[in-house]
C-alpha cells in the first residue's frame, strides 16, 4: 500500500509530548492528527482520511498501544498501514507488526528520519 497522505497520527497520552510531536511534524511539513489514547485513535481512523502513518506510544489509559495494533492489524483497511512504536519502557522490544520503536526520551533526528523513510514528503 502506498502512503499517499502526508498526515501523521500521533498517539500518546502525555499532552505536551503529543504537542511537541505535532509542532515539530508540522514544522517539517506534515499535516498532523493527535488521539490520547488508542481508542481515540481507532475513532479518528474510522472518522478520517488514512494518515501516512502513526506515531504510537505503548503505554496509555483507556486502550494502550498494543491493544490498539492489534485492532488495526486484525482489520483489512488498516492492515499495511505503517505504525512506529514509543515507549520509556527498556525493556519491551517493537512487535514484529511495526516498522520499529523508539524508546522515550525521544531522539528527535531519529524520528524525523524514521517519518520521511516511511512517509515521504516529495
Sequence with gaps: ?????????????ERDLRETLAELLEMAGYRVVQAANGLAALELLAAAPMPGMVLLDKMMPVMDGYEFLLHVRDDPNY????????????????????????????????LLRLVAQHCPLG
Design 1 to 13: 500500500m502506498p502512503n499517499r497522505s502526508k498526515t501523521i497520527l500521533v498517539v500518546d497520552d
Design 79 to 110: 492492515r499495511e498501514l505503517p505504525v512506529l512504536m514509543m515507549t520509556a519502557d527498556s525493556g519491551f522490544r517493537a512487535p514484529p507488526e511495526t516498522l520499529g520503536l523508539l524508546y522515550k526520551p525521544l531522539d528527535l533526528d531519529k
